[in-house]
């Protein structure tokens, strides 16, 4: 996923979007223009190349405007070599960098990398998306919540223990950047965990990285999540 630059609020002036499709097409352009979308087609454009994600919660009239001009926008991305991903049911789309063993492409959109703790922190978030999604509930999570899990990941021997502390806020943190983590309005420690998770943990690959996971564990270590299970 590339790196991101998104917010939550729309950073775009959409006040012609209710005089209906002629006034946003006919938004104005900028001098010597010669791109043929439509200018609002390319504001969407932009945040899916901003990343992490385009989600209709938080950007409900880009959404509108990318399901209108969604062909359009998924050749544009080809022509750079990127694809697009995206759940209609979730309401979320993003970029993702084209594999071809027959082109040789040229890499425009660098992976993220990931430390062991942060990869720990984005599995319990999709566990935790994959229980409330089959219970058909907001899939809702707290700090707390978060770093009593991490925590159970702790190496026994460990002498540092603000440093541990540390990289758990950091893992936090990334997922917030990668659009992962959705502040609830209100609350500054809860959040929601983003449908675009579902779309970067696939289900056949839980499992496999719940073992490899699980064998970091302390033995006598049990995470507060499966702990209920």
């Known amino acids: 996923m590339n790196s991101p630059v998104d917010s939550d609020s729309e950073d775009f002036d959409f006040s012609a979007e209710g005089q209906g499709d002629t006034a946003l097409e006919n938004e104005a352009r900028f001098a010597g223009d010669t791109g ?7 504001r969407v454009l932009v945040r899916l190349l901003q990343g992490p994600s385009l989600d209709a919660r938080r950007h409900e009239k880009l959404w509108e405007v990318f ?27 993003f970029t993702r960098q084209v594999v071809s063993d027959e082109v040789d492409v040229p890499i425009l959109l660098r992976k993220q990398s990931l430390s062991f703790i942060e990869s720990v922190l984005l599995l319990f978030l999709r566990q935790k998306l994959t229980h409330s999604e089959a219970q058909a509930e907001r899939a809702v999570v707290d700090q707390l919540e978060m770093t009593e899990y991490l925590k159970a990941y702790e190496r026994s021997d460990n002498v540092d223990m603000s440093r541990f502390g540390r990289q758990m806020e950091g893992a936090i943190d990334k997922a917030k950047k990668l659009g992962v983590l959705l502040k ?3 609350a500054d420690d809860r959040f929601e965990v983003s449908a675009s998770l579902r779309l970067l943990f696939p289900v056949e690959e839980i499992r496999a990285l719940t073992e490899a996971f699980r064998r970091h564990l302390p033995v006598d270590a049990t995470p507060a999540s499966e702990e209920t299970h």
């Open 36 to 42: 043929t979308l439509p200018v609002p087609a390319r």
């Open 67 to 93: 399901k209108r001009y969604e062909r359009d926008l998924k050749s544009r991305l080809h022509d750079i070599f990127l694809g697009l991903v995206v759940d209609n049911e979730a309401k979320v789309a």
């Open 184 to 186: 609830l309005p209100g």
